[in-house]
Structures are given as C-alpha cells and as structure tokens.
C-alpha cells in the first residue's frame, strides 16, 4: 500500500560500467606512466643536481598514485566514497595506510552501512601498492595512501606547520626552496596533508581517460567515472560467480545485486530460450 518510488527512468544496466577493455587499456596506460617515472627517477646519474632527483622523484610518486588508485578502483570494487576523503563527512577522511595489510590482501574502509568493515584487494592491487609506497615512503601509518598533490593546498600546509614549530617566515622560505615539491618537504618533515577528495578522484580520472583515448560511449559520462569500476567488477563476479559471491564482494545485499545486475540475468535467460527452441525444432524436423 506504500507509494511507488519515483521513476528516474534508470533501468538496471543504464550505469556505467568498465568493460574488460576499457579496464585493460587504463590500466595498461597507468602502469607504463609509472614505469617510465620510476625508471627515470632510479636510473638517475648520482652526479645530478638534488632538485633535479627531486623533481624525478615527484613525477614517480604522482605516476605511482596514480597507478595505485586506478588498480584499486578497477579491481577492489570498494565505493570512491569509502576509499577517499567526503567534505561532508568527517568519519570519510581517506585510507591510511595503516589501514592497509598487504599481506593479507585487505583493506578497513568505513563502510555505506556506518561501520568499519575489511575490503578484498585483490593480487593485482599489491604489486602496484607496494611499488608506490616504497617510493613514497611515507613517515608513518597514519599517512592518506592516496594523498592530494594541490600544490596550494600543500603550500599552506607547509607554511602553517612550519610556522606553528616556531620557525620564522624567512627561515621557512628558506627550506621550502629546498625542495622541489611541498609534498617532497612535507614527506621529510611528516606534515600530513589530507586525502585527495571523491571530486578529486573524478578529475584524475578524467585526466586519465583523455590521455588514454579509451572509446567511451555513455551518455552520462566522457570519462570513465569511479564508480564504474565498481560496476564492472560487479558485471565479471555475477557472470563468473553468480550473485551470491558477488553480493559479499560488493558489500551490497544478494537482491540489490540481483535486481542492479538484473540485465545479465534476463540475457542468460534469453540464451537458455534460444536453446530450447533450437532443440525443440530439431524434434520437429
């Protein structure tokens, strides 16, 4: 007797989700950035100049967050909301990396539900993980694995911290001009700044997708959006492993998976149909 929901002329199916060759070619795209980064920043001659090591080294970390974030949200299904920093909630400030056992192959996000909760990471999400994070190296546990790389915003974090250690506004000048980067500074001097933002995540995203060239044919989305990551990982476990596994690895019900993923279930079904006509007119031949 409730009142129908309002049609919002969404029909199970209509929500981007990544397909394998989509996934692939980002992914594929991602790790040779990183690659490249890191090999430039490793193979540097010992004579060259500090900040030019800096400025190598930058390029490696961004390349390998970058690589990171994409791997996690490709594979791990976990919602952008649970893996980064919401404005509007302060329980949502980002993983750490004391979140993180590599190890195990898992991650504690703050769950849709309100609770803490382990997330699966996947084999190809470590390798990529632990690269980043040995270039990284970040002071402690507590740091945002995937921190933001604003160079406004880390330039007032440096500025205030520094200041509020007693250090003058020349003094600090002065040590900001030895590196290359505030990020690099604040890596040194364990000045922690915040997690990249879910809007944040978007635009990288968006970065990516361009550089990629990947075909996209959405009409909601140019790019491929973080939470069609999710979405494509939910597509291969229903048709890999039915919708019971795939509700525990999305974190959701076994009939809101069912009834999100409903369109593969109605193309199966139209396969079984197809079969048994088939059969029945070869009987009738």
Known sequence: MAPLPEDDGRKPGDQQAWSSEQRHALTR????????????????????????KQR????????????????????S???VGELLRDPNDPRRRGVRWEDLSLDDGSMDVYRKKQQWDAASLPDPVISPLRSYRQLMDPPTGGWPVFPTFDQRTLAGLVKDELADRGECQEASS????????DLLLAIEEDIQPPSITTDGARSILQ????????????PKHEYLAPHGGRRGMGEVL??????????????????MVRERYSHIEAGELGDVATEAL??????NR
């Not at 002065?174 to 980067?181: D, P, W």
């Open 29 to 52: 795209h991602v790790d040779e950035e990183a690659r490249q980064a890191i090999e430039e920043y490793t193979t540097l001659s010992e004579e060259a100049e500090p900040l030019n």
């Open 56 to 75: 190598a080294r930058y390029k490696a970390v961004k390349a390998a967050r970058d690589r990171a974030l994409v791997f996690v949200l490709a594979y």
């Open 77 to 79: 299904a976990v919602r």
């Open 174 to 181: 002065e040590r900001r001009e030895e590196y290359a980067r």
């Open 207 to 218: 970065r990516l997708s361009e550089a990629t060239e990947i075909d996209i044919d959405h």
């Open 238 to 255: 229903v048709r890999a492993f039915g919708y019971t596994v795939a509700a525990r690895y999305l974190d959701n019900s076994e009939e």
């Open 278 to 283: 088939k059969e029945i007119d070869s009987l």
